[in-house]
Each structure stands twice: as C-alpha cells, then as structure tokens.
C-alpha cells in the first residue's frame, strides 16, 4: 500500500507540472500576440501623424567664447565736490544753456581759452572785500613802519660812526694826557649806546619786515577768499547733485567728509563726466586668474535677461578691463577688478547697478545655438533631424557664449539639430524642417 500511494502522489505531481508549464507557455504566447499587436498599432499611429514642424540649426565649428559674469555699482570716473572755503549767502546761481535756472542734470562747460569754466555759484562778496581792504591797509601801514625803521637803522649806523669816530679821538687824547679822564670815558659811553641803538633798530627793522610778511599773507588769504566765493565747472560735464540754493547761508563746517555718500550730500556742487565710466568688480579667485587688462567687457544695466533677444541692440555697452588688483580679498576670497566704458549715450548712470561679463577665452569648436539644448535632470540632449524624424541624441558641452554653446561629444559637424519646436518632440517622432538657423557659414 505504501508503495501505490507514492505512485500515486508522484503521477500527481508530474501531472501539474505538466500543466503548469504549459500554461505559462500559453501566457508567454499571449503576451508576445499583444505586444505585436500594440508595436503594429503604435506605428501605424506614428505613420499617421501629421509631422511637426520645426526650425533646424546646422551643427558647424566656429568661434564660442567664455565669459565670466560679476556685478558691481558704475562711478563716474571724473567726480568733483566743488566746495565754498567761505561762510556766507548764496547770492547767485548760474543759468544752462537753455537760460533756466541750473540744477541736477544740467549741462555744464569747462574751462576754455585760458578761460574759466561755467560759473556756477557764488556768495555774498561785501564782507571778503571789507576783509580784503582791511588787508591792504594793514600791508600799506606795515610797510611805512619798515621804510621809517630802516630810516632808523640808518641814522643809528650813522650815529654809532660818529660816536666810533668820537671815542678813538678822546682815547688818544686821553693817552696823551690833553683831556680828563672823565671826558674819555663820556666817549666810550656814548659809542656803547650808539651800538645798542644799532642792535636795538636791527630788532625793530626785522620786526616790521616780519610784520609786513604776515600783512601780506593775509591779503592773500583774503583775496585768495574771493576766489573762493564762487564755483566754477571744472571740465564739461553734468550736475550731479546741487544742495545749495539763491539765499542759502552757507559754513565750510556743514561739509560732512567722513564718506563719499556723504560729502555728495553736503557738498554745495557734484560734478561729473558721464562720458568714463567706471564699473568696481570682485571676481572670485578661481576665475580672476583668467582676466587680464583690456579684455573685451559687455556691460549691462541692472538685471537683463542674458537669453532676450534684444538686449544686445538695446542695452549693450562695451567695455574694457582697465585694471586686475594681484591683491586677493580675504573675507570674500575676490580680487578686484576694474572696467571702464566710454558711452556717448549715458544709459550707465552714476551709483546705478550693472552686470559685466569678461570675454577670457574664445576658440574654435563645434557648436550649436544655445536655444537648441534640452535637459533631463540636468543631462543635455537635443533632437537631431534625420531622415524625416526626430531622434533623441545627449550631448556633452563645453563652454558657452551669449548663442552658441560647445559641443564635446554626441554630435557631428553637419548634423542638424532642432531649435523651434523641439519643446513638441518624442524620439521617433516625424517632423518637417521648415528653414535653418542662420548662421555665418553656408551649407547645401
């Protein structure tokens, strides 16, 4: 018995395998019937599609440069804080060329011919010139005092000859006993008094010249002050910042020099050049190496979108690197850099901000149009046009400019790659290429 039953329990057991196989056979088969099915469906769907039409670029070598990016705040080059050394009321303000009334923004004209420049303002002269006639007396008085105590010195020279000549007459006279002895000594008095009047009109004489030299010092200041009653435009430029106004008092003590912010604040006039331009940087250490004196500089005011399409023609200043500081910033890890513009339109504006990008480096490479690249977590790709299709196809890139970007592998020279449009694309998909990139070479 025991032996039918392990026959019995083994002819069952070879029989569901049996089965089993077979069913998962019959499952196999069922699934490649379905896939089939949906491969036969899904290109017939594909070949029925209307192509996608789109704009292709040509995948060529050219020049693509490097840029690096730093902001920074734009200074005029030439600003001048134009400053009354006198206290007093501002009795006058000048007129632009427009016969208004100056004020911030209003054109000014430097120095020509020999000639001052602009006036620009001026205070109340009445008490300078009182100080300055005051001065001119004392310098006038001063100098009859030294004229009379070279008067003096002379008659005391004079003096002191004679009384020389005196007392060598009595000496002898006195040695040979013709006069008394107090006779000689009434000699030797006088020619000792007569060298002290010499000694004491030297004194006085240079008394007076030094009293002269401090009269005229102080004429000098005083007019000196006059001068300095009244501001002139150093050089052609713009008013910047004007803080004075007709009937102002004005003291040099008002002037707040403890930063530049505020002295322009304080400041009677600010004037500056808008035609220089210049933009303080601070570039990172791992790429300041790569800037150097008058490189090639794009200046940008404010914040502008790098990929618009008109922010070239519209907001483009060039520029230069004017100086690269081999000192490195400790706190910011930074070296300072320098940029200078010469604008003819003034779109850069004095304390305004700007974005500059450097061109370092520009070589020759395969490139594409930056508007071509798509991304998948972070990994670029674009479609190439082939054979009526889209194909999907990553890429590795290099460096990138304003339009172009590198291409290092995935693609090569003559490809085309898809730019409008690409955003509607699956590989595989059809498409109709509708024109090309331009572009500054020629393909056929």
């Given amino acids: 018995m025991p032996n039918a039953h392990k026959k019995r329990t083994r002819r069952t057991w070879i029989i569901w395998s049996v089965f089993t196989l077979l069913a998962a056979l019959l499952v196999l088969a069922t699934l490649e019937a379905v896939e089939a099915q949906f491969n036969l469906r899904n290109s017939q769907t594909t070949q ?80 300078v010139e009182s100080t300055i006639d005051q001065s001119q007396a004392a310098v006038e008085e001063a100098r009859q005092q030294l004229e009379a105590a070279r008067g003096a010195l ?20 006195w040695e040979q006993g013709y006069i008394p002895e107090q006779d000689y000594e009434q000699a ?33 200041r005083a007019t000196r002050g006059q001068e300095h009653t009244a501001l002139y435009a150093p050089y052609d430029g713009v008013i910047a910042r004007l803080n004075v106004r007709v009937g102002d008092h004005f003291d040099p003590s008002y002037v707040d020099r403890s930063s530049e912010a505020r002295l322009s604040a304080t400041a009677p006039v600010t004037i500056i050049d808008p035609g220089e331009m210049e933009i303080e940087l601070l570039v990172p250490q791992y790429e300041a190496h790569m800037v150097r004196p008058d490189q090639e500089v794009l200046v940008l005011p404010g914040a502008i979108d790098w990929y618009s399409d008109s922010w070239v023609e519209d907001y483009e200043q060039p520029g230069r690197v004017y100086s690269v500081s081999p000192q490195v910033d400790r706190d910011r890890r930074a070296s300072r850099v320098l940029v200078r513009v010469h604008q003819e339109v003034n779109q850069l504006l004095d ?12 070589e020759q490479a395969l490139r594409i149009p930056l508007g071509c690249l798509l991304f998948d977590d972070g990994d670029p790709y674009v479609f190439v046009a ?27 020279s003559g490809e085309r790659v898809v730019l409008q449009g690409r955003q509607r694309l699956m590989h595989g998909l059809p498409l109709q290429v509708l024109e090309h990139y331009a572009t500054d070479q020629n393909h056929e």
Avoid at 158 to 165: F, G, I, P, T, V
Avoid at 200 to 213: G, T
């Fill in 48 to 127: 029925e599609l209307d192509p996608v039409r789109v704009t292709a670029a040509w995948v060529e070598t050219g020049p693509v440069t490097q840029w690096i990016v730093a902001e920074g705040s734009v200074r005029a080059v030439r600003k001048t804080h134009l400053l009354f050394e006198n206290t007093g009321k501002v009795v006058f303000l000048g007129m632009d060329r427009d016969g208004l009334e100056l004020r911030e923004g209003s054109v000014v004209t430097g120095p020509r011919n020999g000639e001052p420049g602009q006036l620009l303002a001026r205070l109340d002269t009445r008490d």
């Fill in 154 to 173: 002379t008659r005391a020279n004079n003096d002191l000859a004679e009384a020389n000549s005196q007392f060598l007459r009595a000496k002898n006279l």
């Fill in 188 to 220: 030797r008095t006088n020619s000792l008094n007569a060298q002290e009047a010499v000694a004491s009109a030297e004194a006085d004489l240079a008394a007076q010249q030094a009293r002269l030299e401090s009269a005229l010092a102080e004429a000098e």
């Fill in 386 to 412: 082939k054979d009526g299709a889209a194909h999907k196809r990553e890429i590795s890139t290099g460096i990138s400019d304003q339009e172009y970007v590198a291409v290092l592998d995935g693609l090569e």
């Fill in 351 to 362: 304390g305004m901000f700007a974005t500059c990008w450097i061109a370092v480096r520009t």
